[in-house]
C-alpha cells in the first residue's frame, strides 16, 4: 500500500512540475509576444521604416564596433550608459569583432541621401547596424534604436524582469531642417548649470540640435561680462515672488534681492562643450534694445531717462501698458538709449566676450516689444533724427539694429533679431526670427534674408496647453493637436531662406525645472516631428498613439508632461432663454466623458456626457473626469460655476 501511494505521490509531483513548466513557457511566449506587438514609436517619424520578421535580443555582453573616434565617443558612450544603466548588461567597445551586437560605421564614401545629419538603421536578429555620413548621424540613429527598446530602457536605474528586445526593422532618416530649436528663457528666472544641461539631455532624444538661451532681460542678466561687474552683481538679482508674475506688488526697499544668479564664463564654456558633444550648438540672445532692464539698474546712464539711477531689476511687478497694443507703453524705462553712444561701447565689449564664448555663426540680438515712449520725449533722440534724417521711431530703432549688427559682424558672427527688426527697414544681412506669426518670416524670406520660425501660433510652449483651470494663467494657449499642424515652411515662401525652426519657452510663469519640462513636453514631440519629418509622414492619430507610448518613456526617465491630451475641453454657451450651456470635447478619440454636479467625485459609474449639459439651478460645480474603457485617464477637474458664468458673457 506504501508503495502505491510513493507511486501515485511521485506521479502527481511530476504532472504538477510539468504543469508549471508549461505555465512558465506560456509566461515566456507572451511576454515576447507582448514585446512583438508593442507598437514601433520613434518620434520624430522617420523619413522611411520598414518593419521586418523577428526580434533583436539584447546578450548578456553587449559588442559595440566602431573605428576609433573621437567624433564616436559620445554615441559609444551614450548609448553604453543607457544600456548598462537600465538592463545591467555589461558593454564593451572594440574597433572589430566576429560578432558585433551593435556595429556604428561611418561611410567612407558620403551618401548623397543622408547628408549632414542622416542615418540608416538596421535591426535584424542577430545584430544592429547604424550607418552614417557624420557622427550627428550616428548620434540620431543611437536616440532612434533606443526608442526601439522597451520604455523601461530610459530608467536611471536597474529595472529586472525585462525582454530586452526590438523589432527588426530598415529605418532610413535625415531631417528637413538643419536648424531644430529649443529656446530656454534663463533671465525671467534663473535656472541652474546643471538644469541646463538635463534641459540639453531631454531635447536630443527628439534630435533637436539648437539650444537658444534668452541670456538677459528686464528680470535678470546671466553671464559674467569681465570689466563690467555690476551686470552680475546687481543685474543678476530680484525679489523672490511667489504667485502670479506681472501682478506682484512692487518690492519694499527692505525686502532682499537674492533670487537670481548667473553663469560664469567658465560655466558657459562647460555649457558649450557638454553641447557641442550632444551635437548641440547654442545660440546666445542678448535681447536689447527693449527688455534691458537688467542692464539700466546696473548702468543707469545707458538709459535716456535721467530717473533710472532709481532703477531696480524687475521683480514681476507690472512695467508695462499693454491696452494699446504694440509697441508697449512702459512704466519704467526699459530701453537703452539708440542716441548714446556709451551703448554702443558698452555693446561692443559684452559681445566682444560673447563671440570668445559660444562658437555658433549667430548672436541673437533681440530687438522686440521696444517701447518708443520715452524716446519720444528725449532730447538726444530728437537730435539724433535730425542728423540721421529719421522720422519715425521704427527707423529710430533700425538705425540701433543697423549699429549692433555691425559690433556683430566685427566680432565675426551672424546678426539675428525678432521680427521686429523688420520695421523701419533691415540690413540685407540680417537674419530674421519670426515670432508674430509666419507672415514676417515669409516675407524677409522672400526679401532673402535667412529665417527661423517661430510662430506664436503653433510654437510658443509658455501657452496654456490645457484649461485655464489645471494650469498658470498665461494669457494664450497652444494645444498639442495645434502644435502637429506646424509647418514651417509654408507655401509662397523662398523655401531656401527657410534655415530652421524651433519652439520658444519663455519662463515668467515658470518658476521650477519640474514646470519647465511639463511646458514642453509633449508639445516639443509635435515641433520636433513638424522640423525633422517629411511633411507627408505627419498624421495626427498616429502621432498621438505613439505619444502616449513616450509618455511611459518620460516616465521612466523621470520627466515631468502635461497629461492636458486627456482632459476635456470645455465650450460655454448660453441658450436662447440664457440657461448656461457646457459642451464638452476631448482632443484625442476614444475617451469618455463622466461628470457631477452635486460636489462629489465622478467616477464610470456617474452620468456619462453625451450632449450639452444644463447646469441645474443651484450647483455650484461641476467636475468632470474622462475614461478609456473602465480606466481613468485623465485628470479630475473641478470647474466653479460662477468661473463658466464668466467665460459665457
Known amino acids: 500500500m506504501k508503495k502505491l501511494l510513493l507511486i501515485i505521490s511521485c506521479c502527481f509531483f511530476a504532472a504538477n512540475i510539468s504543469a508549471q513548466s508549461i505555465v512558465t513557457e506560456t509566461e515566456i511566449g507572451d ?8 507598437p514601433i514609436a520613434i518620434i520624430p517619424e522617420p523619413v522611411s521604416l520598414v518593419k521586418k520578421a523577428g526580434m533583436f535580443t539584447l546578450p548578456e555582453n553587449v559588442v559595440i564596433q566602431a573605428v576609433k573616434s573621437v567624433e564616436l565617443k559620445q554615441s559609444i558612450n551614450y548609448l553604453s550608459d543607457r544600456i548598462t544603466t537600465a538592463t545591467g548588461k555589461f558593454v564593451s567597445t572594440v574597433s572589430n569583432s566576429a560578432h558585433p551586437s551593435v556595429k556604428l560605421i561611418l561611410n567612407t564614401q558620403q551618401d548623397a541621401q543622408l547628408g549632414k545629419e542622416g542615418y540608416k538603421l538596421n535591426v535584424n536578429s542577430t545584430q544592429v547596424v547604424i550607418t552614417a555620413n557624420q557622427p550627428a548621424g550616428i548620434f540620431y540613429g543611437v536616440q532612434s534604436l533606443l526608442q526601439l527598446f522597451p520604455a523601461e530602457i530610459e530608467s536611471k536605474e536597474l529595472v529586472k524582469g525585462i525582454k530586452w528586445k526590438a523589432p527588426c526593422v530598415d529605418v532610413i532618416d535625415y531631417p528637413k531642417l538643419g536648424w531644430r530649436g529649443l529656446m530656454f528663457d534663463v533671465a525671467r528666472h534663473f535656472f541652474t548649470k546643471q538644469e541646463v544641461k538635463q534641459f540639453i539631455d531631454d531635447m536630443v532624444r527628439y534630435k533637436f540640435n539648437l539650444l537658444h538661451l534668452h541670456l538677459a532681460d528686464d528680470e535678470g542678466w546671466r553671464i559674467e561680462i569681465k570689466g563690467l561687474p555690476k551686470l552680475t552683481e546687481v543685474g543678476a538679482w530680484s525679489v523672490k515672488k511667489t504667485g502670479t508674475f506681472g501682478d506682484f506688488t512692487p518690492p519694499a ?64 511687478e507690472k512695467i508695462m501698458d499693454w491696452s494699446r497694443g504694440a509697441p508697449p507703453t512702459a512704466l ?10 556709451k551703448v554702443y561701447v558698452f555693446l561692443d565689449s559684452v559681445l566682444t566676450q560673447v563671440a570668445k564664448l559660444f562658437p555658433f555663426e549667430y548672436i541673437h540680438m533681440g530687438g522686440d516689444e521696444a517701447p518708443h515712449n520715452f524716446w519720444e520725449k528725449n532730447d538726444q533722440v530728437k537730435a539724433l533724427m535730425v542728423r540721421e534724417g529719421l522720422k519715425t521711431m521704427p527707423q529710430v530703432q533700425a538705425y540701433f539694429e543697423k549699429r549692433v549688427e555691425q559690433i556683430v559682424i566685427s566680432k565675426g558672427k551672424k546678426f539675428m533679431g525678432w521680427d521686429e527688426i523688420l520695421e523701419g527697414g533691415v540690413s540685407p544681412t540680417a537674419a530674421v526670427m519670426s515670432w508674430r506669426g509666419m507672415k514676417y518670416g515669409i516675407q524677409a524670406a522672400n526679401d532673402k534674408h535667412n529665417v527661423v520660425m517661430s ?19 498665461v494669457y494664450a494657449s497652444l494645444r498639442l493637436n495645434k502644435a502637429y499642424q506646424f509647418n514651417p515652411v509654408p507655401a509662397g515662401v523662398n523655401a531656401q531662406y527657410i534655415i530652421g525652426a524651433q519652439a520658444n519657452l519663455w519662463t515668467e510663469q515658470i518658476f521650477t525645472f519640474r514646470q519647465v519640462e511639463y511646458m514642453v513636453y509633449p508639445r516639443a514631440f509635435a515641433i520636433a516631428e513638424s522640423i525633422w519629418s517629411p511633411i507627408e509622414k505627419k498624421n495626427w492619430t498616429n502621432f498621438v498613439d505613439r505619444t502616449q507610448q513616450h509618455f511611459k518613456r518620460l516616465d521612466f526617465a523621470e520627466i515631468k508632461y502635461s497629461p ?25 478619440d476614444g475617451l469618455d466623458i463622466y461628470y457631477s454636479f452635486d460636489n462629489s467625485t465622478p467616477d464610470r459609474f456617474y452620468p456619462k456626457y453625451t450632449a450639452a449639459l444644463q447646469v441645474p439651478k443651484d450647483a455650484s460645480m461641476l467636475r468632470v473626469i474622462t475614461y478609456r474603457g473602465k480606466q481613468p485617464i485623465g485628470r479630475l477637474i473641478s470647474m466653479p460655476v460662477a468661473d463658466l458664468q464668466k467665460r459665457a458673457r
Not at 546666445?284 to 532703477?311: F, K, M, Q, R, W
Not at 519704467?332 to 553712444?341: F, G, I, K, M, S
Request: charged share 25%; glycine share 4%; proline share 7%.
Open 31 to 38: 511576454a515576447e509576444s507582448e514585446v512583438a506587438q508593442t
Open 455 to 473: 510662430p506664436t501660433d503653433f510654437a510658443y510652449l509658455d501657452y496654456m496647453q490645457a484649461d485655464a483651470i489645471t494650469e498658470p494663467k
Open 253 to 316: 526697499a527692505d525686502e532682499p534681492r537674492t533670487y537670481g544668479g548667473f553663469y560664469t564664463q567658465e560655466d558657459i564654456k562647460e555649457l558649450v562643450q557638454y553641447a557641442q558633444e550632444r551635437f548641440v550648438n547654442i545660440l546666445p540672445e542678448i535681447d536689447v534694445p527693449g527688455h534691458s532692464l537688467a542692464i539700466i539698474a546696473s548702468y543707469p546712464e545707458l538709459s535716456c531717462t535721467p530717473d533710472a539711477v532709481n532703477y531696480k531689476v524687475r521683480s514681476g
Open 564 to 588: 492636458a491630451i486627456y482632459d476635456p475641453i470645455f465650450i460655454v454657451k448660453r441658450s436662447a432663454d440664457k440657461q448656461l450651456m457646457i459642451e464638452l470635447t476631448t482632443e484625442i
Open 332 to 341: 519704467v524705462d526699459n530701453t537703452l538709449c539708440p542716441a548714446n553712444e
